[in-house]
């Protein structure tokens, strides 16, 4: 049984920093892509990141590249999302989800529906 579980959130000030976290379990994540998204109040869940675990190549989505990393620990099974220069416009539930098959090259990545396993979400407010 797949589980993915997400760190804690948080309220950070503009301009703060947070790093989420999502420990995975229940098989080898080794050949997965794992996604990282978010939803804000009144808005469509959007990707935001992700990352193919086999080999750490990573992609992001424009409202947020240059100021979030994604990475993997492979001893820890886990995946981090860390967030700088936060604006209020990145509160949002952040979820992370596992994909087994998607490709960066015909952005199915960036879907929703290529990812069967999720996160419980985790909650980050940005206070202006």
């Known amino acids: 049984q797949v589980q993915l579980v997400e760190s804690e959130g948080g309220l950070v000030q503009a301009g703060g920093s947070l790093r989420l976290s999502c420990v995975a379990s229940?098989?080898?994540?080794?050949?997965?892509?794992m996604g990282w998204f978010r939803q804000a109040p009144g808005k469509e869940r959007e990707f935001v990141g992700e990352?193919?675990?086999?080999?750490?190549?990573?992609y992001y989505t424009d409202a947020v590249k240059g100021r979030s990393t994604i990475s993997r620990d492979n001893a820890k099974n886990t995946v981090y999302l860390q967030m700088n220069s936060l604006q209020p416009e990145d509160t949002a539930v952040y979820y992370c989800?596992?994909?087994?098959?998607?490709?960066?090259?015909?952005?199915?990545?960036?879907?929703?529906?290529?990812?069967?396993?999720w996160g419980q979400g985790t909650q980050v407010t940005v206070s202006s």
């Open positions: 229940g098989r080898t994540f080794t050949s997965y892509a």
């Open positions: 989800a596992a994909s087994p098959a998607c490709y960066t090259t015909d952005s199915s990545c960036t879907r929703i529906s290529n990812y069967p396993y």
């Open positions: 990352i193919k675990w086999s080999t750490a190549t990573t």
